[in-house]
């Protein structure tokens, strides 16, 4: 496995592409760039699933499951969801990195993002695993408009 290089936004792999495009699209709640990213038959699982779609499982299937969580998302995010991160490792397929809980700004909500990418660079597997700070959000509910 690889860490990434300090800042290639440009992307030179499709791994490199997707950490860069991935975490732009959501930090600017563009809900049609992030779904953009996935494979139409993707997999998602996140303990936010069942919390913002009020259901019981955390796993969803494809687009038309995937589209309601991103625009909610685009919606509701806490002002303690931040983006400082500072790597990425690979096999050349997975693609896993960490948004800490703390940073040099302080605590933001700590996730680790696993993906797996199809043959066309688009995700097809994306696991998000919180941290117990995150969860701490979603305990305080801190995820309502």
């Not at 309601?68 to 790597?87: G, H, T």
Request: proline share 6%.
């Amino acid at each position: 496995m690889t860490s990434s290089p300090s800042d290639p936004r440009s992307g030179a792999t499709p791994v490199e592409k997707m950490y860069f495009a991935w975490d732009d699209a959501l930090a600017r709640n563009d809900a049609d760039a992030l779904l953009a990213l996935y494979a139409e038959d993707a997999w998602f699982e996140s303990p936010l699933v069942p919390h913002l779609l009020k259901r019981e499982s955390g796993v969803l299937h494809g687009h038309r499951e995937l589209r309601p969580l991103f625009d909610l998302l685009a919606e509701r995010k806490p002002p303690v969801r931040r983006y400082d991160r500072s790597a990425y490792l690979t096999d050349g397929k997975r693609l896993i990195w960490e948004y800490p809980r703390q940073t040099e700004r302080g605590e933001q909500m700590d996730f680790v993002e696993a993906m797996e990418l199809n043959d066309k660079g688009l995700i097809q597997r994306h696991c998000v695993y919180w941290g117990w700070f995150g969860v701490r959000v979603l305990q305080r509910n801190e995820y309502r408009r």
